[in-house]
């Protein structure tokens, strides 16, 4: 199966025109991919299946408890459909069921481990306090988004592991493809920055669960990474970052909006 895959496109602020990518089968949207949702419009009629993650920037000024049903529909609205800690199986055009596992993630703050954790909150509080979500009424705090993302990878941790009734049963599959906004490896850093204390806010330490999965995508770092994780016994994971990022940061350079990703067979 070849996938086109967006994100982090910020079309609140960005003049990019969506196209399809050439042969694409399905197109991933993973998340950040308009703040004000409008630009959602802009794939209604795609002549592809759409998958969607949401981002962070998803919810900025929003009450996630609201948000997340009114998202939905918007995207329903678009023809786009919105995974949250669920997962999809899509027939391929040679056949070959694929299951997509998805959810936010969030950040977890623990990706130098329990002892750098304080820190990461620490350096995350400036932007959550400008991102202005809450739940409940309540203001999304370093502390709230871990709860979030802990129940994120819980669920994921758990659909990753759960066990294949194989490829000829109605909840069967091939391959599985696992879509999350934040990154989920310190390989997926921007070298722009690095190991600090604030690329917690945008990396977890999902390196356990990556071999659980034939292809990952995610998106929140905004430069592109494209990697192999050795698996024992089988064909490599590969993790992809498609952003786009800010063109008045100079992150757009590089970008290749019709990259194809084609989904490796397992061996």
């Known amino acids: 199966m070849r996938l086109q895959l967006f994100s982090d496109l910020h079309l609140e602020t960005e003049a990019f025109d969506p196209r399809p990518a050439p042969e694409a089968e399905l197109l991933v949207l993973g998340g950040d991919i308009d703040a004000s949702w409008a630009a959602l419009d802009r794939f209604a009629g795609w002549p592809v299946p759409v998958l969607?993650?949401?981002?962070?920037?998803?919810?900025?000024?929003?009450?996630?408890?609201?948000?997340?049903?009114?998202?939905?529909?918007?995207c329903d609205r678009a023809g786009i459909r919105l995974i949250e800690r669920e997962s999809v199986i899509?027939?391929?055009?040679a056949g070959r069921r694929v299951r997509f596992v998805g959810t936010v993630r969030w950040s977890d703050f623990e990706l130098?481990?329990?002892?750098?954790?304080?820190?990461?909150?620490?350096?995350?509080?400036?932007?959550?306090?400008?991102?202005?979500?809450?739940?409940?009424?309540?203001a999304i705090t370093p502390e709230r988004m871990r709860d979030e993302s802990l129940a994120c990878r819980d669920w994921l941790a758990a659909e990753l592991k759960r066990a294949n009734p194989g490829p000829s049963a109605p909840d069967g599959w091939h391959s599985t493809v696992a879509i999350t906004h934040f990154?989920?490896?310190?390989?997926?850093?921007?070298?722009?920055?690095?190991r600090q204390p604030g690329t917690a806010s945008f990396c977890n330490a999902d390196d356990d669960l990556i071999p659980l999965a034939d292809l990952w995508l995610h998106g929140h770092l905004h430069c592109r990474h494209d990697y192999a994780v050795a698996r024992d016994g089988r064909a490599p994971t590969r993790v992809v970052s498609q952003a786009m990022g800010l063109a008045g940061k100079g992150e757009t350079e590089g970008f290749d909006p019709h990259k194809a990703i084609e989904l490796p067979v397992p061996a």
């Open 90 to 93: 899509v027939t391929s055009a």
């Open 52 to 74: 969607m993650v949401a981002g962070n920037h998803e919810f900025d000024g929003r009450d996630l408890d609201q948000a997340w049903p009114a998202l939905r529909e918007r």
């Open 112 to 138: 130098f481990g329990p002892a750098g954790r304080d820190r990461a909150m620490r350096a995350a509080a400036y932007f959550l306090t400008l991102m202005g979500a809450q739940r409940g009424g309540e």
């Open 183 to 194: 990154a989920p490896s310190l390989r997926s850093a921007d070298p722009r920055f690095g």
